[in-house]
Nanobody, 124 residues
Framework: QVQLVESGGGSVQPGRSLKLSCVVSGISDYYSIGWFRQAPGKEHEYVSY????????FYSNAVKGRFTMSRDTAKNEAYLQMNNLKPEDTAVYFC??????????????????WGRGTQVTVSS
């Protein structure tokens, strides 16, 4: 059974940092792993993803330069280092796995396995 479990969320002031973790079990070979977020009343928003074969990481314009995604293949875990957090980063953050290549990696519907999410709140 494939499971993804996120952790590391919390409440911080603007400008501070958080590091999210995603532990993957039940599967070790997948095309891509990504992070999405969902703010109250809004759709899922793409944040970042890694192509596992190449180790290449990609980011949305909203987080580029502030967030860094990484992966520990031995532990089968993914991470999202979030620096200089802003109130607009407040959301539930999810990690998800995609099995196939796509020309539209920001589409959350293409990701087949999801965690339950971890809440990130940025407020003064």
């Amino acid at each position: 059974q494939v499971q993804l479990v996120e952790s590391g969320g919390g409440s911080v002031q603007p400008g501070r940092s958080l590091k999210l973790s995603c532990v993957v079990s039940g599967i070790s070979d997948y095309y891509s792993i990504g992070w999405f977020r969902q703010a109250p009343g809004k759709e899922h928003e793409y944040v970042s993803y890694i192509l596992t074969k190449f180790g290449w990481d990609f980011y949305s314009n909203a987080v580029k330069g502030r967030f860094t995604m990484s992966r520990d293949t031995a532990k089968n875990e993914a991470y999202l280092q979030m620096n200089n957090l802003k109130p607009e980063d407040t959301a539930v953050y999810f990690c998800a796995i995609r099995d196939q290549p796509t020309a539209t990696p920001e589409r959350y519907s293409l990701y087949t396995k999801w965690g339950r999410g971890t809440q990130v709140t940025v407020s003064s």
